[in-house]
T-cell receptor
């Protein structure tokens, strides 16, 4: 299956700092989704991207669909303790099967 | 806000037993999915379902697995004879069209003893 490389694998940051994470693929994707997952819960959709170059914001979160269509970035500005969780990217190459990244575990230190 | 609901939230079963995991997708959605997540790992695709038939399935989705939409609202995943390695969190998801946003339920934690 498709491999989505997500980095970094984990991050420990101070409250108030900005966060950046990314996903890369060897294949072209048509849709990118970013999710946050809390322990024992299902992934919650944060941002959806549909076009190369698209930049979309959701509050303090901003995500971009890479120009090459092989990558996507998620930024969180001015992090707060409730941002703690695991962030997953998901991409749709073709067909209707979304592939998930390996996740970025975010810890925010108050 | 509409959401995907899954029952039960936890299921404990003996190896070799059959389990049925239930999901109610968002009502106007047309594409339905099952994913699983082994503890500490990424979310893995199992199967997608559209127009009352399987449209894609992964290598994980072998003959022990089946899906069904028995009525206009429910979407089920059956594991015929559970194995220890089937222990995982199983997520149902749905979307209005295959390029649209994919919404997940809160999952069923399956423990096979």
């Amino acid at each position: 299956g498709q491999q989505l490389n997500q980095s970094p694998q984990s991050m420990f940051i101070q409250e108030g700092e900005d966060v950046s994470m990314n996903c890369t693929s060897s294949s072209i994707f048509n849709t990118w989704l970013w999710y946050k997952q809390d322990p024992g819960e299902g992934p919650v959709l944060l941002i959806a991207l549909y076009k190369a170059g698209e930049l979309t914001s959701n509050g303090r979160l901003t995500a971009q669909f890479g120009i090459t269509r092989k990558d996507s970035f998620l930024n969180i500005s001015a992090s707060i303790p409730s941002d703690v969780g695991i962030y997953f990217c998901a991409g749709l190459p073709s067909g209707n099967q979304f592939y998930f990244g390996t996740g970025t575990s975010l810890t925010v230190i108050p | 806000e509409p959401e995907v609901t899954q029952t039960p939230s936890h299921q404990v079963t003996q190896m070799g037993q059959e389990v049925i995991l239930r999901c109610v997708p968002i009502s106007n959605h047309l594409y339905f999915y099952w994913y699983r997540q082994i503890l500490g790992q990424k979310v893995e695709f199992l199967v997608s379902f559209y127009n009352n038939e399987i449209s894609e399935k992964s290598e994980i989705f072998d003959d022990q697995f089946s899906v069904e939409r028995p009525d206009g609202s429910n979407f089920t995943l059956k594991i015929r004879s559970t194995k220890l390695e089937d222990s995982a969190m199983y997520f149902c998801a749905s979307t209005a069209s295959f390029v649209e946003k994919l919404f997940f339920g809160s999952g069923t934690q399956l423990s096979v003893l």
